[in-house]
């Protein structure tokens, strides 16, 4: 089985009502991770606010998750993965964050397409080159809708054979691409893993071949999308597919006025820590709680 498989978490950060961000939340959201039996975090992506924190608390986000993850595995004898968003437009960041992400211990570093400066597939390819050198598993991130490129068949391709890249976080949004990436490249590679960006993707990428889900929606219903993840694995897809369509209302109203704000929302309405939001962005309107609220009830959630 590929190395990374099964549902992570794309952590939010929890935010103080000043917004400061929250460390006591978000290790209580890390437990309640842990407990609900999630296979891997992922701290410092997109879903964390990332670009509007600092590095100091990135630093204490990447401590604290990593810290109760190693203790929960030496008390379990579990294995819970820490994967952590390293990604940057500029090479030489990334490959400073990479090595932070090394340094500290997790076990996987995520590093999304350089955003905004929009390289050609020539610049692609040698940014990952450049963070592979670090030397620690490297995880793409193929998000075109946030980054203004997407990484064609062909150059992941490429990507694929460095050394210490281990799979790609596929959120294209374009299921055709996603099952070329499977034939072109996983198909001659097992071991690379091929991880569902998209909530509501996920049973037909992991029908089609997948791995499983770096997730929104397991911030607050980690159990469900665990279940449905591994009867997908084991080729349980009819059960699989009872939790699909189960969930399927809260994985649009997820992303219905921009993620985190969306899940944020969800999870203040649910008790959990999660608090607002930072400019640039702001607290979802009232049509969208409303949408939030129903999807909610709809789903049992």
Do not use: W
């Not at 407990?35 to 990447?62: A, C, F, S, V």
């Not at 990479?98 to 597939?121: H, I, M, Q």
């Not at 990436?181 to 001659?188: H, W």
């Not at 649910?270 to 607002?276: D, F, I, L, R, V």
């Amino acid at each position: 089985m590929a190395a990374i498989h099964g549902a992570y978490t794309a952590m939010i950060t929890p935010m103080n009502a000043d917004g400061s961000v929250d460390y006591d939340g978000f290790a209580k959201n890390v437990q309640f991770q842990l407990d609900q039996g999630i296979d891997g975090l992922l701290p410092l992506g997109t879903t964390g606010e990332t670009p509007t924190l600092t590095e100091d608390e990135e630093d204490k986000i990447i401590d604290i998750a990593i810290k109760q993850v190693k203790e929960f595995n030496s008390k379990t004898g579990k294995d819970v993965k820490v994967m952590i968003g390293a990604g940057s437009n500029c090479t030489l960041d990334a490959v400073r964050y990479v090595e932070r992400a090394k340094a500290k211990g997790a076990d996987f570093a995520l590093v999304v397409t350089p955003y905004y400066n929009k390289p050609s597939d020539e610049g692609i390819f040698r940014h990952y080159e450049a963070v592979s050198k670090v030397g620690m598993p490297i995880v793409v991130y193929n998000i075109a809708g946030r980054t203004g490129k997407n990484i064609p068949t062909a150059t992941l391709e490429r990507i694929a054979k460095l050394p210490n890249v281990v799979g790609v976080k596929e959120a294209s949004g374009n299921i055709n691409q996603m099952m070329e990436v499977i034939e072109k490249i996983k198909l001659a590679n097992p071991e690379f893993s091929v991880m569902s960006g998209d909530d509501g993707l996920t049973l037909p990428l992991m029908a089609a071949g997948g791995d499983g889900i770096i997730s929104v929606v397991t911030n607050l219903a980690p159990a469900l999308v665990i279940q449905m993840a591994h009867y997908c694995l084991d080729g349980n897809f009819a059960e699989a597919r009872k939790i699909h369509y189960r969930l399927q209302p809260f994985f649009k109203a997820a992303f219905v006025d921009g993620n985190p704000t969306s899940i944020k929302y969800a999870m203040n309405y649910k008790k959990m820590p999660a608090g607002s939001v930072r400019l640039p962005l702001v607290e979802v309107t009232d049509s969208a709680k409303k949408v939030i609220e129903d999807a909610l009830a709809k789903c049992g959630l």
